[in-house]
């Protein structure tokens, strides 16, 4: 409400400051002055722009000074190091550029001010300038793509056999992390094989995977809920409510065939036992915890609508597009506890965030992420491996 209140407080004072130089303008001409601009006044918009040329580089100045420090600090990752340098030499060529242009820019603004008693020089055009303002953009423009080319292939190149494989699952709103557990291959998933039941939340299978637990659960709550609904169907009599209850039924027993048929093919496939032992981190209850100097590939998939995993630490991004796997390699190169070292921060975690406005609770989708040395990540594995085994 304020907002909008201001905004029209700015429209009208903006509609009045217009309306006042117009009746300037034409009282101006009724008085008969002619339409012509004064020495007086281009030595004030001369003056004017020089003052606040100044203003703006020290204004330039003094932001860098105060906030860079809020920028990122050093990059957490491998890949993390040339992306840094791509990105300075950018900056650093744009700021040489702007701090060079900006002062000439301004000051001949002022130096040249109208005056009746100057004339301007008139040229058509000058080869030699023209040659020498186009070679030096191309140059280093291509020196720039190169650069950047060469780095994304680096950033985008096929990881190692032995990388460490984890799965990011991102949904409304939240990250669920899935480990491989002792087999180190992670188990079939579709989506097709979701289940979610508010009644029976015990067979629920929000990540879709196929397993004989999960798949044998899934089909005796179905089962469970088909025939209940078959019992009302029998007890109700109002027409509308009977049909109500015959479309509901129709679907689930739809659900459970699909059910059936993932099961049966992924048991032809010897897939039924892969993912018993997966062990599945939900943002709301844990940490995506990775092992320093290990390449670890993130499998990233989507339930709903478009999500995007994001570690800014590490310089990763990475689109979860619903029916669609996507993947981002990289190889974390400093502990939580080094990092905390070099920031002098105890309180420091590393961060897993969503980059996509994807709805309402967008801002409720964040992980914590902890890097962890080899031998310290095997321990925490063997305890989350301990705790599924116990439950
Ligand atoms: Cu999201």
Same mark, same amino acid.
């Given at each position: ?8 407080? !700015?429209?009208?004072?903006? @509609?009045?400051? !217009? ?26 918009? =001369?003056?004017?722009? %020089? ?17 860079? #420090?809020? *920028?990122?600090?050093? $990059? ?5 190091? +040339?992306?840094? /340098? ?16 900006? $002062? ?9 001010? =109208? ?6 020089? !008139? ?23 190169? @650069? ?74 179905? *089962? ?31 659900? &459970? ?11 032809? #496939? ?41 570690? +800014?630490?590490? &310089? ?6 619903? =029916?669609?796997?996507?993947? !981002? ?13 070099? %920031? /002098? ?47």
């Amino acid at each position: 409400m304020d907002f909008i209140l201001k905004g029209i407080i !700015f429209l009208l004072v903006s @509609f009045i400051i !217009f309306q006042l130089i117009r009746v300037v303008e034409l009282s101006s001409k009724l008085s008969g002055e002619k339409d012509e601009i004064s020495d007086k006044s281009n030595n004030i918009n =001369g003056w004017i722009s %020089l003052i606040y040329g100044v203003g703006y580089m020290l204004f330039f100045y003094f932001q860098v000074k105060w906030w860079n #420090k809020l *920028t990122l600090q050093a $990059p957490a990752s491998e890949h993390g190091v +040339p992306i840094d /340098k791509l990105w300075d030499t950018t900056m650093g060529l744009i700021l040489v550029v702007c701090l060079l242009l900006q $002062p000439i820019l301004f000051f001949f603004i002022w130096k040249y001010r =109208g005056n009746k008693k100057r004339k301007a020089s !008139f040229i058509t055009h000058n080869n030699k300038l023209e040659i020498f303002w186009t070679a030096i953009p191309t140059v280093v423009l291509s020196v720039l793509i190169f @650069f950047g080319l060469s780095v994304w292939a680096d950033v985008t190149k096929k990881p190692s056999e032995d990388a460490l494989v984890i799965e990011l699952y991102a949904r409304q709103f939240d990250w669920t992390a899935r480990y491989a557990g002792s087999d180190n291959i992670l188990g079939a998933a579709h989506v097709s094989a979701i289940h979610e039941d508010i009644d029976e939340p015990s067979a629920n299978n929000p990540l879709g995977l196929i397993t004989k637990s999960t798949m044998s659960k899934q089909i005796q709550a179905i *089962t469970n809920t088909i025939r209940k609904d078959s019992l009302k169907l029998e007890s109700e009599f109002n027409i509308a409510s009977k049909k109500k209850i015959e479309s509901i039924l129709a679907k689930n027993v739809e659900r &459970r065939q699909r059910y059936i048929s993932n099961f049966v093919s992924a048991d032809e #496939k010897g897939l039924l036992e892969q993912g018993e032992d997966d062990i599945l981190i939900p943002s709301g209850s844990g940490k995506l915890v990775l092992p320093v100097n290990k390449e670890i590939v993130l499998k990233l998939r989507s339930q709903d609508v478009i999500h995007s995993a994001y570690m +800014p630490h590490f &310089r990763v991004q990475m689109n979860c597009v619903p =029916g669609l796997s996507t993947q !981002f390699a990289f190889t974390p190169i400093m502990t939580t506890k080094e990092y905390q070292e070099y %920031l /002098k921060d105890t309180t420091f975690t590393y961060i897993l965030l969503c980059n996509k406005i994807c709805g309402n609770s967008h801002y409720n989708m964040y992980m914590e992420v902890e890097v962890k040395s080899e031998e310290d990540y095997q321990i925490w594995l063997s305890d989350q491996t301990e705790t599924k085994n116990k439950n």
